[in-house]
């Protein structure tokens, strides 16, 4: 992990939030990201950039979707993402979220218009750390979740949530590295914080998961963290941030299902019948 953690307090751990800045003057780089800068559907794992007009496009955050939901209140489709994504850029009260390309030094070049977060749809403090991305006309949200490198186009289907347990084995699959496994959960519901441009961001309700490799860098905040059964996934969080600690690298990531309920919103699945 590019970024490390200093120190970790006592009642509450610091972590590093793993978004990318955006660079200007690099269009001409290739693309090299999962998802198209011109898809116009959103999947998890893909890279998208999260901006305010009000602060203008270049000072916004490159980050990862995680899975695709649904409003319950509007039926409008959308995808999670990272709270901290939004809560720690200027402007508002609405935020908006392209499609991007990842570039060298941890950065993105924004595209197409994907999606918006108002001001109300996300959350980062004691309800954890997510956000709802709702769809602008003409865009879509499939219950998919790519695998593989971070150029890999490969994706498998969603098909439910699953709850959070200690020794449960788990996954990630970030925009800017690609997917990672074999990290097994070892603690969760506590509070996390990290320094912003807004002062020390405070998390509640955060899961730990650790391994022996350090894999995550700036970008892959709000990936889609989740079990695989019988070839599909299953959603279990939403990736935050990490740390070094003592030769090994936590992450802590925000329950799906706490995720749902905070945010008003169903997950979208690829079984009928399959239940969130």
Known sequence: ??????????????????TATAASGSHAVKAASRQSRDS???????????WSRHSGQNRGS?????????????GAKGALTAGHCVATL????????QQTQSLPHDATAPGDLLGKVSGRHYVVGPNGDSAFASLVPGRNARPLLFTGGSASRTAIP??????????MQICYSGAATGEHCGFTI???SQDVSFKSGNGRVTIGNEWRATGAACTSRKGDSG??????????????????????????????FTPVK???????????????GATS
């Open 1 to 18: 992990m590019r970024s490390r953690i200093l120190a970790a307090l006592v009642a509450v751990v610091a972590i590093v939030p793993i």
């Open 40 to 50: 116009g559907v959103a999947i998890a794992g893909g890279s998208v950039f999260v």
């Open 62 to 74: 490159g980050c990862t979707l995680a899975f695709s939901v649904r409003s319950i209140r509007s």
């Open 90 to 97: 200027n402007g508002g009260p609405a935020y908006y979220v």
């Open 158 to 167: 969603v098909a439910g949530v699953r709850h959070p347990h200690t020794g």
């Open 186 to 188: 070892v603690g969760g």
């Open 223 to 252: 990936s889609p963290v989740y079990v695989v059964e019988g070839g599909v996934a299953y959603a279990v969080g939403i990736l935050s941030g990490g740390q070094v600690r003592r030769g090994r690298c936590p992450f802590y």
């Open 258 to 272: 706490l995720a749902l309920k905070s945010l008003g919103v169903k997950l979208i699945t690829s079984k009928a």
